[in-house]
């Protein structure tokens, strides 16, 4: 249907297309703002990388209505996001709070949106993708600097990061926080576990070019985020980092687990013992990987557990169409249901936090779309003898998939900052595996 109405409006349009010189540099205009929306992701305010995003897609829509043979193009996985979409809108005009769930709405439309103008754009550019990988891979690079560099200042707390009421001084870990607005580590954690991945990807595909000069230099880079995100101290996303290895080692095996087996379970060993070495031998370390498992007795781990359980009751309540999309609407809705002193900005977890402001149908055309493109891009990796497509596919799969495992813990995903990385990660998986 949309095609039909961009294909009439070319008809009418070209003319002015044909003897434009700027909608003949549209495509040059659009890779810019892409770009410029994850280089302003660094250091400014949600409200102006949004701006940039909202560039991006009106200069789409443009170029759709007005280029000859611009279309858009959708797989079986866009049909489950379509249908995500038209249950939030639903649940938009179902909300008892419409004005502030139309604010989450726009968010909505504007993180969509984004995915559809870069989906787009990539279909006649995949020439591009290393440069936008590169992009991200150098602003994650960016950060892992800041963030190194907090580590050696013994930057302060903004608020309470972590419960020292049972640690010794020594156990006390700085927690660093980059320059993204606004300044959380768990923020910065969320942001490499969606970004390390363009850097693997870089090196990789430095490798794969013959430039060992340059897989040198994205190797150390890479090596460098993964340092800085165990610094953040976010145990979400350390979960999100075995995650990004464990997926980086089944793809290798594509190509080692042959000719190089034994330097292959070498690697991996090596890997294993280094990481077993620095949580037993790094006593802050230590004790941040092991408040994981003390459940009730970390205050971090009992206060998501009083989020959990008061959403769920949220949910119970709202599970057709859910309260409605965006946090500060489940704010006001869950000072209903929170336990006394234990205000929230969010569920804590994004597929609870999606059945909660949307309803189930709205998990489950999520679900639908997430397990649909992991699914096809898996099969993907497994079959093609392409390797530069192979690690573009798996950078993008491996993201995806480690946001959403440490979406399991925490409330980050929603940030503009992950939320334009995991959608420039799907468009890139979705038009490489076409």
Not at 19 to 24: A, F, K, R, V
Not at 28 to 57: P, Q, R
């Amino acid at each position: 249907m949309f095609n039909k109405l961009f294909t009439l409006s070319q008809n009418k349009l070209n003319y002015i297309y044909e003897n434009s010189l700027l909608l003949q540099h549209i495509d040059k205009l659009i890779f810019l703002s892409i770009l410029g929306v994850f280089i302003s992701s660094t250091m400014l305010s949600s409200d102006v990388i949004g701006f940039i995003a909202l560039i991006t897609t009106f200069l789409t829509i443009i170029k759709l209505l007005t280029r000859k043979g611009a279309k858009l193009e959708a797989q079986a996985f866009d049909l489950w996001l379509l249908a995500y979409f038209m249950i939030v809108i639903i649940s938009l005009f179902g909300s008892t709070l419409f004005y502030l769930s139309l604010k989450g709405f726009l968010k909505t439309v504007t993180y969509l949106g984004f995915y559809v103008s870069v989906a787009n754009y990539l279909k006649d550019n995949k020439r591009h993708i290393p440069a936008i990988l590169g992009t991200i891979g150098l602003c994650v690079s960016f950060e892992s600097l800041v963030g190194f560099m907090q580590h050696f200042d013994k930057v302060s707390e903004i608020s309470t990061w972590q419960d020292v009421s049972k640690l010794n001084p020594e156990e006390v870990m700085t927690r660093v926080y980059g320059t993204l607005q606004p300044l959380n580590p768990n923020l910065l954690g969320g942001y490499f576990v969606a970004g390390i991945p363009a850097l693997f990807a870089c090196t990789a595909y430095a490798f794969t070019e013959k430039n060992y000069k340059n897989t040198i230099i994205w190797g150390i880079l890479a090596l460098l985020a993964c340092i800085t995100l165990v610094l953040t101290g976010c145990r979400g996303s350390y979960i999100g980092l075995m995650v990004i290895l464990a997926g980086i080692f089944a793809v290798s095996a594509k190509y080692l687990w042959q000719n190089y087996k034994k330097i292959y379970l070498s690697i991996i060993g090596a890997c294993i013992a280094f990481m077993t070495f620095a949580i037993l031998c790094v006593s802050s370390l230590r004790a941040r990987v092991l408040s994981i498992f003390a459940m009730r007795q970390d205050s971090s781990n009992s206060f998501r557990f009083n989020v959990y359980h008061s959403s769920l009751e949220m949910f119970k309540d709202n599970w057709l169409l859910g309260i409605g999309i965006g946090n500060q609407n489940f704010r006001e809705i869950y000072g209903l249901y929170m336990k006394t002193g234990f205000d929230a900005l969010s569920a804590y977890n994004i597929f609870l936090e999606i059945a909660v402001e949307s309803g189930i149908f709205a998990l489950v055309a999520f679900l639908g779309f997430a397990i649909t493109l992991i699914k096809k891009s898996v099969k993907f990796i497994l079959h093609s003898q392409e390797a530069k497509r192979v690690i573009f596919v798996s950078a993008a799969i491996i993201s995806i998939c480690a946001v959403m495992v440490h979406g399991l813990v925490d409330t980050v995903f929603f940030r503009p900052q992950i939320q334009f990385i995991f959608w420039t990660m799907a468009a890139i998986a979705k038009n490489e595996i076409k």
